[in-house]
């Protein structure tokens, strides 16, 4: 949920460390802080609410001095976004410390702190945290023994990097539930929550297992694992270029992730695919063999990819012929559950850290699933370290918060896993059909952007609306979803989805000349009884905005905008109608000022519960 940096090498880090929180400012943008030592081991500390150029922006008036240092940008769990409550935070002068994640029992261990004689300036859970590495280092003198011991008493996911005046050589990490990755240099090493804070300064990384406890310095880095045993972790080096990350000509990252969509796909397919099935081995060394034992899919993912999982459900169930459940990550793991004998563990999620479906996964573990796949976009992520299986999506980093080639990503990696099964169920010939289609997608995703025009003159009718209706049937009522979710995201619009056979058992309440009802209306089995729908909301004056192609059949009438879409088949098309929701939510918010790629309250990696 939040950005953490930090750098210790013989030259100065105050720029360094500020660069990195700016690339990590998707996973927090509500106040932002950075400290330093200097070379008389004088701590020194700046904060501002906001976003991080807000600190930069201090900062140019302020500069800090030091060669060790650590930042970080918040979004807020414990006490309000102000400066009082950013990181880092402090203790006696001696002890700045940053932190991702949640302290369960920082309650209990606050009274304990104020009764030793600590005071505490903040609301926050992180405060608690500084207070005890401080009192800690009052009983032994040896840095991470005393972090060691800390952590022993400290009940959450965290995330944790600590610097001390009394060890001015050290940066002190500690990993468990929320992910931090070490870089490797020259002369200096770093750390950071995500490894594309870091590709200015270095390309090769480690990424610490839960419960590893380090010491990074300059020349080297010591870690110890969760029994407190030394260990060796491997070295990574990416590929990924800084440009990789940059907004090109785009005005905001979330349209140029819009438009790499087709370059995703096309990405996801290679060497997965022959000319006439999927590789079942895409999802791992032992998937066919554990295919060939499933019986029963249970899916459980959180936001976007929850919606992805529901269309999934559909595919699975039609064209693979194999029951599929999908729940709510932070639901699933608190319902009684009854596993069927067979059963796939399914976990689907951009970032690989969701807190919620990473402790779903763990718990999966425990209950005698079959076997657990993961579909994710971060390859040294928690969920792919933990699964069994694993199906990478290679959607590329992606920084907007409102999730777009991920989400379409997702879809494919479905599909994909779909037509594995699928194999057993129908013949040589529809395979065929189906694999030709999974080529097809590209193209016609390139097809479907070119309507970007055509929707952001239609996005001027949502200027002063408070609210919207998408409606869906069948495996597009989950895109319905999608589109709504990504236009409250980003515009703060109120909207909302229904399968649209549920209009007359509530909806219909709401729908007046001012409610734009957004259809998605593909050529299918279902689109006649998807009219009747639509003829409900006529009827109350409703402002229909209609999603189909030239074979559907829709009028052309006074109430009635129609965005002609290309024909698909009903299998694909899910994935091509999210496109032009996609673009309608981009637009929508460019009318309307909000920030697109940072909208309020919200963060990229959500890896608190």
Known sequence: MCGIVGAIAQREVGQILLEGIKRLEYRGYDSAGIATIDAQNQLHRLRAAGKVQQLCDLYKTQPLTGMIGISHTRWATHGKPCETNAHPHQSNNEIALVHNGIIENYKPLRDELKKAGYTFASDTDTETIAHLVHHELQQTSDFLKAIQSVSSKLKGTYALAIISTKHPDCIAVVRLGSPLVIGLGIGENFIASDSLALLPVTNRFIYLEE??????????????????????????????????????????????????????????????????KVLAASFGIQAPKLFEQTKRIQIVACGSSYHAGLVARHWFEEYAGIPCDVDIASEFRYRKKIIEPNTLFVTISQSGETADTLAALRQAKELGYLSTLTICNVPESSLVRESELIFITRAGKEIGVASTKAFTAQLIGLLMLVLVFSERHQSAKEQQRFLQLLKSLPQLIRKALTLSPQIKTLAETFMHKDHALFLGRGSEYPIACEGALKLKEISYIHAEAYPAGELKHGPLALIDEEMPVIAVAPNNHLLEKLKSNLKEVQARGGQLIIFSDSASGIEKEEQITNIEMPAVDKMIAPIIYTIPLQLLSYYVALLKGTDVDQPRNLAKSVTVE
């Open 211 to 276: 419960g590893d406890v380090a010491g990074i310095y300059r020349d080297r880095v010591i870690i110890y694992d969760k029994n407190s045993r030394p260990v060796d972790r491997e070295i990574h080096t990416t590929d990924t270029s800084i440009e990789a990350v940059n907004k090109s000509s785009y005005r905001h990252f979330m349209l140029k992730e819009i438009f790499e969509q087709a370059e995703v796909v096309e990405a996801s397919l290679e060497n997965r695919i022959t000319s006439d």
